[in-house]
């Protein structure tokens, strides 16, 4: 089992900058690849950037050149540093742990905080 806890959320104006934090516990490992999904009202939940077990990073297009994640090597922490913050960023972001196989597949999900960009 893993445990992830998310923080960092809050209010910023649009320009400002936030940083989550992903504090995770239990069985993590560097064979886990870390995401960052989001999901705002009224929409479907999206990747927004992961860290796979070999330090490669993916990017929605939307977040390209301003939002940055990073993890330790043990992914017992896993951060979003997010910059040029657009009200269209609001939604409530999500940690998630994955490590899958041909014969098994672990899936964690951490409760979310929330995100708010004022115009």
């Known amino acids: 089992q893993v445990q992830l806890v998310e923080s960092g959320g809050g209010l910023v104006q649009a320009g400002g900058s936030l940083r989550l934090s992903c504090a995770a516990s239990?069985?993590?490992?560097?064979?886990?690849?870390m995401s960052w999904y989001r999901q705002a009202p009224g929409k479907q939940r999206e990747l927004v950037a992961n860290i796979g077990s070999g330090g490669n990073t993916n990017y929605a297009d939307s977040v390209k050149g301003r939002f940055s994640i990073s993890a330790d090597n043990a992914r017992i922490t896993v951060y979003l540093q997010m910059n040029s913050l657009k009200p269209e960023d609001t939604a409530v972001y999500y940690c998630?742990?994955?490590?899958?196989?041909?014969?098994?597949?672990?899936?964690?999900w951490g409760q979310g905080t929330q995100v708010t960009v004022s115009s």
């Open positions: 998630n742990a994955l490590r899958r196989s041909p014969i098994f597949k672990y899936d964690y």
């Open positions: 239990g069985s993590i490992s560097s064979a886990y690849t």
